[in-house]
């Protein structure tokens, strides 16, 4: 009998902490930048786009990154065209991935490009 007491103290118990707790509203956390991606959706260049594509639809790039990769045949390197918004990736001359930038340090994603 006191353990069932007990278990039913503790039930009561639980749920008082959790109508308590849903009572509280959310906090303000961090930006997460899919969230903004899905907000505001863009058009980042197309896998398969080469250079001369990706330059006439977005114009020249604020940065071209050194190549990486490419001591060997089976490394091809890597080139980095970044742009304020997004970085695009490159292998031999045709596009790979693009990303988005990280618009804020609050943002929690991809950092701007780097050398």
């Not at 961090?30 to 969230?35: A, S, V």
């Not at 058009?43 to 114009?59: D, F, I, N, S, W």
């Not at 071209?64 to 490419?70: N, S, V, Y």
């Amino acid at each position: 009998m006191d353990r069932l007491l007990r278990s039913l103290a503790l039930a009561s118990a639980l749920l008082a902490t959790s109508a308590a707790t849903a009572a509280v509203p959310a906090a303000n956390g961090d930006t997460l930048l899919i969230q903004r991606v899905q907000r505001e959706p863009g058009t980042l260049p197309a896998r398969g786009m080469t250079h001369a594509q990706v330059e006439a639809k977005y114009g020249a790039p604020s940065q071209r990154l050194q190549p990486a990769g490419g001591q060997k045949r089976a490394w091809p390197a890597i080139e980095r065209w970044a742009y304020p918004t997004f970085t695009v990736y490159f292998e031999r001359g045709r596009v790979i991935d693009a990303v988005v930038n990280q618009a804020s340090p609050d943002e929690i994603g991809p950092k701007p490009a780097t050398r």
